[in-house]
């Protein structure tokens, strides 16, 4: 098995700017998980799915952030507009037990 | 609310020294708590799972133990080489409230040659 695969690996944009990350996670797992991180905050659960439902979103910073899954083996976070304090990196994780995760390699963002 | 901490955030050694990585953890009833490695640029790699039912488990050179009452839980790496360099993070697991991993902010190890 391929792992978590994330796309793009980096992404550099103008504040404005819409972001599209994607994330496909590993066949067989339920849960899927999309998480930032940043030095100031550390790890941060943005938001979770189970089978494809969105269980908790409440990690999510503020409206310009959504995520979607529309099956099980595509998920995507966009952020529409971008701004600068989104600069972190993004990682998609998924599992079959939530707390057994695999993580992707992460997406750089950086908003300029 | 559950919340997970490391200390320190960084920690230098030489090669072939014995290391203790230290997390605690606010609430008692923790379901399991992990230890990851991050790589610079990587995603995160479980090391060890301990679950709440057990005091430690050991995977080649390095020892995780867990302690419900006090609230703690250690990394232990014996004859630390230079390919040990990276972040490790603990994250717990509850099954109360949020059932979510609770991420420590790591601790970043650098082994010396």
């Known amino acids: 098995d391929a792992g978590v695969i994330q796309s793009p690996r980096h992404e550099v944009t103008e504040m404005g700017q819409e972001v599209t990350l994607r994330c496909k996670p590993i066949s067989g797992h339920n849960s899927l998980f999309w998480y930032r991180q940043t030095m100031m905050r550390g790890l941060e659960l943005l938001i979770y799915?189970?089978?494809?439902?969105?269980?908790?979103d409440s990690g999510m910073p503020e409206d310009r952030f959504s995520a979607k899954m529309p099956n099980a083996s595509f998920s995507t976070l966009k952020i529409q507009p971008s701004e600068p304090r989104d600069s972190a990196v993004y990682f998609c994780?998924?599992?079959?037990?939530?707390?057994?995760?695999?993580f992707g390699p992460g997406t750089r963002l950086t908003v300029t | 609310k559950q919340e997970v901490t490391q200390i320190p955030a960084a920690l230098s050694v030489p090669e072939g020294e014995n290391l203790v990585l230290n997390c605690s953890f606010t609430?008692?009833?923790?379901?399991?708590l992990q230890w990851f490695r991050q790589d610079p640029g990587k995603g995160l790699t479980s090391l060890l799972l301990?679950?709440?039912?057990?005091r430690e488990q050991t995977s080649g050179r390095l020892n995780a133990s867990l302690d419900k009452s006090s609230g703690r839980s250690t990394l232990y790496i014996a004859a630390s080489q230079p390919g040990d360099s990276a972040t490790y993070l603990c994250a717990g697991f509850w099954v109360t409230g949020f059932q979510k991993l609770v991420f420590g902010t790591g601790t970043r190890l650098l082994v010396s040659p």
């Open positions: 994780a998924s599992s079959a037990r939530e707390y057994e995760q695999y």
């Open positions: 301990i679950q709440s039912s057990q």
């Open positions: 609430d008692s009833a923790i379901y399991n």
């Open positions: 799915f189970n089978n494809n439902v969105p269980i908790d």
